[in-house]
């Protein structure tokens, strides 16, 4: 392609024990949306570490309108007219938002002139922002606008996005849309990493997919499905996970009134949270990240304790017990986190398997650890969930995510819980080892469990939930059943309290 | 691209973890020999004098070879007690102080007691010196749970005062009433045997406080490897929330953690007291609770390693004074000798996580 205005060739990078890019190619022309797509580890954020200098490449090499590009330093691919916004902010939350797009720029101008350019190129691409707003007060949306506009002051030619929507709620998504397609009638190029298909969808020309490094196809993902996308991504073919709608059974967790302090200035407080689990019923809870799940999920797996009554399972209170008189009496849980949360990353998988396992498989006996019992368990664990390891011995931080994941969420359904609480259950993990984990849990809730899935990903919510909630600022919405239900009827749920007009700088903040 | 580059392994690799300790005293033998050198003396024989002749030379080895045993026994014993906080991310440096305090309560028990002939009585004086520990340990370790203090300083900030302690009672409360107004306790291995801690093989260095030190050698190595307790404790050490998600209470691991190295610190300052040291005197500790934490990290927190540093360790003191003696080095020379060897350790430790590549990058393909 003679018009691209960023080729690349044959670019390869390797890391000790893997090739993260293998002979990438592809171009991206002027005013393209170009969508990166790949499962975790397909090498996405290597590659466009190597386009914006953070990473050098070993072999191949990229151009920008013909002229060979080797930036040596993000300043460089900066100078270039190359622009990153990066799925984790670097933001100072004591600073305001002027001050901190001066902090990122090369040049700034002075502070009055800035403030003036902040306005103006909000209101120019729909992105309300109002430049003396502290950034330790904004969403996590405006947030991200703030680091869309820092790239935008710089008039870039290409604007690469890792991963943008994560953290957004459906309205911001779409708000962001409309600045991407404008941005790309200009002519500006989008390099737009995802694993979100249908926004791939939505918003794309053009598709690179990437499968351990390479290029295995390119495609327009207006013209397939998702599920097609699904399946070049993955590279076999998907099975959707199905399930029989039973009618729900008696109450099994029922929560009253929660209300729980952070457990520090970082976290979200609780309020008011109400509601019932029958027995045979899926619940999901959806809401944006750092909205008060993890404090949910501590609250319901004991690591945070309350008023006996105000959490009862079967009738019984449990609401002071410490995670394992819960795990005695049958409420499981498997945190987000799984690297230092749900498991031990240094720890073998036995002795991951001993971390939650000890009460209900009796891994202990007078105190002392029937090693051989909690191998069994694991190995149980391993072959049920096919996680693949060399064995029980692995460190669990040397298993992928997906891998862990199965078993992590393996090793609780195992133990037979009476009510499993899940949170992000299938976040960056692969697509085969999602549809087994959301099967699974299915299967456990057909079985007379009752689940409570946490969870951003609406798509995974609506597949696997009998009713559905969103949690914003620590309160939890009425659920609602979820047949029938659209995204954006959970997007509103969810919304709660920030600003969803367009250009509304003033709006209250909540 | 450099010629010389560090590349992180995949995974930490079990053979330089089992490796660096002895690479770390080779680097030492090397980097001391050099300094002994500049010092003047052959390094080759200061090197010798240190590590070989306390053992096998005719001449001192009879004298030197119990002592190994003498030395090595408090610090195992102290070292294998810090070394369970130590996997649990429970910071204790203060164990001088807990070994201080054993050793006054333990010694004041029995000289409470003076002169009984009761064949109970050493045993209750252990209890008491174990107890004299703990409890040196709990101040804190409560101030810990209780109010969110930090362990290092308040630990490390209670060896003052109890040394001061020491000085009060040697000079006071505990001095010998026939000891014509010198400072200093009863002497008891002379004049208090009921109440002494004799060797058990003559002329082998072993008493109680070295049976105590294999005891609980044994005794730290199970509880880590079988016993939930040690697992909770690895746990904790190697991530906090996984630890916390299974149940594990910090406050009880802060309490026993704390509890268990002051009770072992306790229990080797009552046997120094009423063996080696013989009495209560002001500078009876010699700083046994500090070279413990080097000997725990020496010993990688491991029971089985800190039973072989606590020997290595002991020996550097033997050969060091032999040093001293034979070739008139400087005491600062051997310990920074010491010291040197907790350095090269630490250093040591970077080729068990990462590995040398010597060359430029290879590009796969």
Known sequence: ?510 | MSLIRLEKRPAPSRLFSALTPLMAVVATMIAGGIMFAILGANPLEAIRTIFWDPLFDPQFGPYSRPQLLVKAGPLILIATGLALGFRAGIWNIGAEGQYIMGAVVGAGAGLALYPSESPLLFPLMVLAGALGGWAWAMIPAILKTRFGTNEILVSLMLVYVAENILASVSSGLLRNPDGMGFPGSRNFRRDFPAASNTEIIENTGMHWGVVAAFIAVILAYVLMSRHKMGFAIRLAGEAPRAARFAGVSPTRLIIFCLGTAGALAGLAGLFEVTGPAGQISIDFNSGYGFTAIIVAFLGRLNPIGILLAGLLMALTYIGGELAQLMLGMPAAAIQLFQGMLLFFLLAMDVFANYRIRIGTPEVAK
């Open chain 1, 1 to 510: 392609m003679t018009d691209a205005y960023l080729a690349i060739d044959g670019l390869t990078k390797a890391y000790p024990g893997v090739v993260a890019n293998d002979g990438v190619s592809f171009a991206i022309a002027p005013g393209q949306v170009h969508a990166l797509l790949g499962e975790n580890g397909a090498g996405k954020s290597t590659l466009v570490k190597m386009i914006y200098g953070l990473v050098k490449p070993d072999s191949g090499q990229m151009k920008v309108n013909g002229t060979p590009f080797e930036p040596a330093n993000p300043h460089a691919a900066r100078a270039a007219g190359v622009a990153m916004v990066f799925q984790h902010f670097s933001l100072f939350d004591a600073l305001d938002v002027a001050e901190n797009i001066a902090l990122g720029m090369d040049n700034p101008p002075p502070m009055r002139e800035l403030a003036k350019k902040i306005t103006d190129v909000s209101e120019a691409y729909g992105l309300p922002l109002d430049p003396t707003r502290r950034v330790g007060n904004l969403s996590a949306g405006e947030r991200q606008r703030v680091e869309i506009i820092r790239c935008l002051l710089q008039n870039p030619k290409l604007l690469i996005m890792d991963e943008p929507t994560s953290v957004l709620t459906p309205q911001e998504v779409e708000i962001l849309f409309k600045t991407l397609n404008k941005l790309s009638a200009e002519g500006t190029a989008i390099l737009y990493i995802s694993h979100k298909l249908e926004e791939i969808r939505a918003l794309c020309d053009h598709a690179t997919v990437l499968r351990l490094g390479k290029v295995v196809g390119e495609c327009n993902p207006r013209e397939k499905s998702a599920r097609e996308l699904a399946e070049m991504m993955v590279g076999q073919t998907l099975h959707t996970p199905s399930r029989d709608y039973a009618e729900p059974g008696e109450v099994l967790l029922k929560v009253e009134n929660l209300n729980l302090a952070p457990a520090d200035e970082f976290g979200t407080r609780l309020r008011d949270i109400s509601f019932e689990l029958k027995a045979g019923e899926v619940l999901g809870i959806a809401g944006v990240a750092g909205n008060g799940q993890d404090e949910l999920l501590a609250a319901l797996s004991g690591e945070r304790t309350t008023a006996p009554k105000t959490i009862t399972l079967e009738g019984a209170p449990v609401g002071r017990m410490g995670p394992n008189a819960r795990r005695a009496v049958g409420l499981l849980a498997a945190p987000e986190e799984r690297l230092g949360h749900a498991a031990a990353p240094e720890m073998s998988l036995t002795e991951n398997a001993l971390l939650t396992g000890d009460i209900r498989e009796n891994l202990t006996k007078n105190g002392f650890v029937a090693w051989g019992k909690a191998r069994d368990f694991a190995a149980s664990v391993i072959k049920a969930f096919d996680v693949r390891t060399p064995g029980t011995e692995t460190a669990a931080g040397a298993l992928s995510g997906g891998n862990l994941q199965k078993f992590v969420i393996g090793r609780e359904i195992l133990q037979r819980p009476t009510v499993l609480v899940v949170n992000q259950p299938t976040w960056g993990v692969d697509a085969a080892a999602a549809a087994a984990i959301r099967q699974a849990i299915l299967d456990l809730a057909a079985k007379g469990a009752g689940v409570i899935c946490i969870s951003q990903d609406l798509d995974e919510l609506m597949e696997v939930s009998d009713r559905i909630t969103a949690i914003t600022e620590g309160r939890l919405a009425p659920p609602r059943p979820a047949k029938g239900i659209t995204i954006d009827a959970i997007g509103l749920m969810m919304g709660g309290a920030h600003d969803m007009e367009e250009a509304h700088p003033e709006e209250a903040h909540v």
